[in-house]
């Protein structure tokens, strides 16, 4: 199971995807921050249950930047999904200058929250499978024609 960690200052929301990591037998939480009060406290909760997966509202970003500012920096090992019902391009920039490049339109399903966190927790590492074979023509002699 994947512990998972959702910021998000409406009680409804939380509780709202609180039941669909419950239910989806994948995610396990962890904890949840709803209100969030300080970011002192969200960080300080983040270290002590060091989440893979941490799922930020995005709806006020004023409030919610400096957080996002703040886990792109720490040293937590969780990879940040953010949420919001929608954003424009230039929202997306400044959501992947702060570290968030994963983004889920709310509201979302425990799959769409599935395949985004597989895409989030793989980025950059390249996925082996022992189970392939390439087959390639032997190195040609010197001086003997390319094609026979």
């Known amino acids: 199971m ?3 960690m959702v910021l998000t200052p409406n009680v409804e929301t939380a ?5 669909m990591l419950q239910e ?9 921050i709803s209100p969030i009060r300080t970011m002192h406290e969200a960080m300080r909760l983040i270290g002590i249950h060091d989440p893979e997966l941490i799922l930020l509202d995005l709806g006020d970003w004023a409030a919610i930047s400096l957080l996002a500012h703040s886990l792109k920096g720490s040293r937590c090992r969780g990879v940040v999904v953010g949420f919001k019902p ?3 391009r230039a929202e997306m920039l400044t ?3 702060a570290g968030i490049q994963d983004l889920l339109r709310e509201p979302f ?6 395949n985004i ?3 989030a927790l793989h980025r950059g590492q ?3 499978d022992h189970n392939i074979l390439a087959f390639l023509r032997p190195k040609p002699e010197e001086g003997a024609p390319l094609s026979r």
């Open 109 to 114: 399903s425990h799959e769409e929250l599935e």
């Open 95 to 97: 959501f992947e200058d």
């Open 117 to 119: 966190s597989y895409d």
């Open 2 to 4: 994947l512990s998972v």
């Open 24 to 32: 989806s037998g994948v995610f396990r939480l962890v904890g949840k």
């Open 126 to 128: 390249a996925v082996a």
């Open 15 to 19: 509780g709202v995807i609180e039941n």
């Open 86 to 88: 929608r954003w424009n």
